[in-house]
């Protein structure tokens, strides 16, 4: 079956689905995004990643030309055209096409991607062994200059972190601030698990108000365990009992090395493991349905 992909309130062909050169999406990184699971026929958590996609575009002062119902409609549409029941969905706004200046007045008509796909899970085994991390060099983005709260098109600072846990060999990179404290990784957020209670950096430090973050913090609290938003050093990380990663892809990842230091006792977790069991049980139900 020919894929789909949502563009400009039409469906149109993959190969047919296409943006101009001039797009400021494109030219400059101009625009916001949003990755989205969907489990067992339904969208989970979609309202959220649609207000996030909504504050984003809100920041940049880019106005999104359909409503936050509309958005859903066309989110569900797209995953039914391509009989998606357990998939990732990618969902931009783009600044549509302009001229080769700066100046985003020039461009008068935003574009809406979305493309719904049946997902590469990671591999299961990644949860019983877990993963290894390295803290890189590359800073975070300061919130002064571009807040990392903004899900923008410009994910350059995560690539450039990204290609050092490349060269590292390891899937994934923590961050720091420009303090030189914890803040997030290239394409997830951090928890560490100290004795009784969950630690993890808080949104005004300069990181991603991830959505499973989010979740986890609501699962955490109803097992009557702590959550404890403060910035942290690295060195936490390296006496932390336990570590996950949360991510819309990733749900909670164990991280069971840190710059060649083994994190516990270098196996995942038990509290992770009870998180993300609830996480996964809560995927399950939970969710906006593509099907009648
Ligand atoms: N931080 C960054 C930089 C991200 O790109 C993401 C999303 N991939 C996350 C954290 C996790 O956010 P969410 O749980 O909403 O997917």
């Known amino acids: ?61 880019l106005e999104i030309p359909l409503s936050s119902e509309e958005l859903i409609e066309a989110t569900v549409e797209t995953c039914r055209a391509n009989e998606v029941r357990d998939g990732y969905i990618r969902m931009l706004v783009t600044r549509g096409e302009g001229d080769l200046g700066l100046d985003p007045r020039k461009c008068a008509n935003p574009s809406i991607v979305i493309i719904a796909a049946n997902i590469q899970l990671y591999p299961e085994e990644l949860y019983e062994t877990g993963l290894p991390l390295i803290t890189v060099s590359t800073r975070r983005n300061s919130p002064a200059s571009l807040d990392p709260g903004i899900k923008s098109l410009n994910y350059l600072n995560n690539i450039l972190a990204k ?37 993890t950096p808080p949104v005004e430090a300069g990181i991603l108000d991830g959505i499973t973050r989010a979740v986890v913090m609501e699962l955490a609290e109803d097992e009557g365990i702590r959550v404890t938003e403060k910035l942290f ?60």
């Open 233 to 292: 050093p690295i060195t936490e990380v390296y006496t932390a009992d336990e570590c996950f990663l949360t991510g819309t892809a990733a749900e909670l990842v164990p991280v069971v090395k840190v710059d060649g230091r083994q994190i516990g006792d270098g196996k995942p977790g038990r509290t992770t493991r009870r998180l993300l069991d609830r996480f996964r049980e809560l995927t399950k139900s939970e969710g906006t349905p593509i099907y009648d």
């Open 163 to 199: 290609i050092e846990c490349i060269l590292a060999d390891v899937q994934e990179g923590i961050m720091l601030t420009n303090q030189g404290l914890v803040s997030e990784c290239t394409g997830d957020n951090i928890f560490i698990v100290m004795g009784d209670g969950l630690v």
């Open 1 to 61: 079956m020919a894929q789909l992909i949502y563009l400009d309130g039409e469906l149109v062909e993959r190969d047919q689905a296409k943006v101009s050169v001039y797009d400021h999406g494109l030219l400059y990184g101009d625009g916001v995004f949003e990755g989205i699971r969907a489990y067992n026929g339904r969208v989970f958590r979609l309202e959220e990643h649609i207000e996030r996609l909504e504050r984003s575009a809100r920041a940049i002062m």
